[in-house]
């Protein structure tokens, strides 16, 4: 019920876009829809970092090294949460993560690799 699959990362130049996406197929609807669910990230060598939330009623919240490049938005008929991330900076490079929590739970994706190197 609570695996999470991740998508969409790879190789991008700086300045350009990726968008990643998580699916989580085994969970009902009932608990996708009111879940909390979230993107970290962690860089090599460094601690898991948030990098932004999205509420079941759809409230948002950004770190502010993302805030006015990244987009996190859902679409509960496919139970699926996505990242939109353009203006890509190698600080950006990241193993990216999808989060879910509900109700004292969390489940978390295997993580997706993303690059951003000229």
């Known amino acids: 019920q609570g695996q999470l699959q991740e998508s969409g990362g790879g190789l991008v130049q700086p300045g350009g876009s990726l968008r990643l996406s998580c699916r989580a197929p085994?969970?009902?609807?009932?608990?996708?829809?009111?879940?909390?669910m979230g993107w970290y990230r962690q860089a090599l060598g460094k601690e898991r970092e948030l990098v932004a939330t999205?509420?079941?009623?759809?409230?948002?919240e950004y770190a502010d090294s993302v805030k006015g490049r990244f987009t996190i938005y859902r679409d509960n008929s496919r139970k699926t949460v996505y990242l939109q991330m353009n203006g890509l900076a190698p600080e950006d490079t990241a193993v990216y993560y999808c989060?879910?929590?509900?109700?004292?739970?969390?489940?978390w994706g295997q993580g997706t690799q993303v690059t951003v190197s000229s």
């Open positions: 999205i509420s079941g009623g759809g409230a948002t």
């Open positions: 989060n879910r929590k509900l109700s004292g739970q969390e489940f």
């Open positions: 085994r969970t009902i609807t009932s608990v996708f829809n009111p879940s909390m």
